[in-house]
């Protein structure tokens, strides 16, 4: 009888070569690559040195610092995440080729053949959902299970997204404190000659700069980690779907199929 196997769904990636657990830490090169080329390109033009000369409030070089500390922790979620996409696949891999019961020592999942499976948060699952299965019940529901696990993974997303919506704030915030630049020195004018209106003008374009500049790099911030934490969430709804996949085919049944066979036994 062919086994299912949730590890090998239809993904563009793989008719290049890529598996599936490579794809997401691939995805956040990719971009960061293309993030480094403009960045480089607009800093070999004067653009950045022109933003952060001009920018007296210095929100876009706050911004900038804290783009490049969340692209770092995004780094660390995608490489997580990525790992342990590649631990799910073995795991189902190695339920695949095996038969029997599920036993855990400890910390640890063995297998009918004596067999470890890798320590990952699907093992972690698996051990739970094992454990929640030597109560006897005959019908195993891990809802509850599955829904704990989902969101402590989908909690080590949030910082991002609430950095990305922070950036949009400061570049607003920016704008703000642009304006008042820009407008302070009307209320300065004694008389109204050329050259009191060209150092007037002068200051107000100033302040017009930095409201336009703050909103750009803050526009520009936000979005770019808003869609780093989008790919790895998109990857970590795979993770929970390969979990669920794994345990609702490989381990309840036989979970269940224990339960009721001890309960047979006992009548």
Not at 4 to 21: A, D, K, M, V
Not at 29 to 46: D, E, K, N, Q, R
Not at 112 to 140: F, P, R, W, Y
Not at 224 to 237: H, T
């Amino acid at each position: 009888m062919t086994r299912y196997n949730p590890t090998q769904p239809f993904s563009l990636w793989r008719t290049f070569g890529i598996e599936r657990h490579h794809q997401l830490v691939l995805k956040w090169l990719l971009l960061t690559a293309v993030v480094i080329f403009v960045f480089s390109l607009a800093a070999y033009y004067g653009l950045v040195s022109r933003v952060m000369n001009t920018d007296r409030s210095y929100i876009s070089f706050g911004i900038t610092v804290l783009y490049i500390l969340t692209t770092l922790h995004c780094m660390v979620q995608s490489w997580f995440v990525s790992r342990q996409l590649n631990i799910a696949g073995k795991v189902a891999q190695e339920f695949s080729q095996s038969d029997g019961n599920i036993t855990i020592d400890g910390d640890t999942v063995k297998l009918a053949n004596g067999e470890k499976l890798m320590d990952g948060v699907v093992t972690e699952h698996i051990h739970d959902l094992v454990q929640k299965g030597c109560s006897g019940a005959k019908q195993l529901d891990q809802t509850l299970l599955l829904q704990a696990f989902s969101d402590k993974l989908s909690g080590r997303q949030e910082i991002g997204f609430l950095i990305s919506d922070l950036m949009l704030r400061l570049g607003l915030l920016g704008t703000v404190i642009g304006f008042i630049f820009m407008l302070g020195p009307l209320a300065s004018i004694q008389t109204i000659d050329v050259s009191s209106m060209r150092s007037v003008l002068s200051t107000m374009s100033g302040g017009m700069a930095i409201a336009l500049y703050t909103t750009l790099v803050g526009l520009i911030g936000g979005i770019l980690l808003r869609l780093q934490y989008f790919f790895v969430e998109r990857s970590v709804e795979d993770l929970v779907a390969m979990t669920t996949e794994i345990t609702e085919v490989f381990v309840v049944p036989v979970l269940e199929n224990t339960a009721a066979s001890g309960s047979n036994h006992a009548t």
